[in-house]
């Protein structure tokens, strides 16, 4: 009689391939990032950006990159000086939050989080503000709590479209 050895199932990182890899964007990034996000301008979810303007502030964007070079999600951090009738330090936000359809729930979207809340405490800033019209598991997972567009920046808060009906979070760093 013969008995079989159970086969133990691949590791969970050989059935989802290499971890992507998180860098700064570069300017010749720009069509790649516009291309990206149109899947959520089209939706609603991101409003539409030109790709000169991805192109300029290129260096905001952390961009989580395949090993064959696409890209799988991006996020911008726009810092915001400190406000000095408010008492506060600088704050950030962060902006345009995509994942590529085919990588939701792979954990793209919280290698990029997790690499943005980084970048912002090496920048010293306080807070980080963002908006999103979707639900907001994610960013209530790394404790952004919900706040109102009063306690942002007020100039990003000025640019808020309300017809959009974002939901808008917070993390004190």
């Given at each position: 009689m013969t008995t079989a050895t159970p086969r133990s199932a691949p590791p969970l990182q050989a059935l989802l391939g290499p971890a992507p890899t998180v860098r700064t964007g570069r300017q010749?990034?720009?069509?790649?990032?516009?291309?990206?996000?149109?899947?959520?301008?089209?939706?609603g979810a991101l409003r539409e950006r030109p790709v000169s303007l991805f192109a300029t502030h290129a260096a905001d964007f952390l961009v989580s990159e395949?090993?064959?070079?696409?890209?799988?999600?991006?996020?911008?951090?726009?810092?915001?000086?400190?406000?000095p009738g408010e008492g506060r330090g600088p704050t950030g936000v962060l902006y345009n939050f995509c994942v590529a359809g085919h990588r939701q729930g792979g954990g793209v979207g919280a290698g990029l989080l997790r690499a943005v809340l980084a970048r912002a405490r090496a920048q010293s800033l306080g807070a980080l503000f963002t908006a999103t019209t979707g639900g907001g598991g994610l960013f209530l997972r790394y404790g952004f709590t919900p706040?109102?567009?009063?306690?942002?920046?007020?100039?990003?808060?000025?640019?808020?479209?309300?017809?959009?009906?974002?939901?808008?979070?917070?993390?004190?760093?």
């Open positions: 010749e990034d720009a069509v790649a990032l516009a291309d990206l996000s149109h899947p959520f301008v089209r939706s395949a090993s064959d070079g696409t890209f799988e999600g991006c996020v911008g951090l726009r810092a915001h000086p400190a406000d706040t109102t567009a009063c306690l942002a920046p007020p100039s990003w808060a000025e640019s808020l479209d309300p017809r959009r009906n974002a939901r808008i979070f917070a993390r004190i760093l």
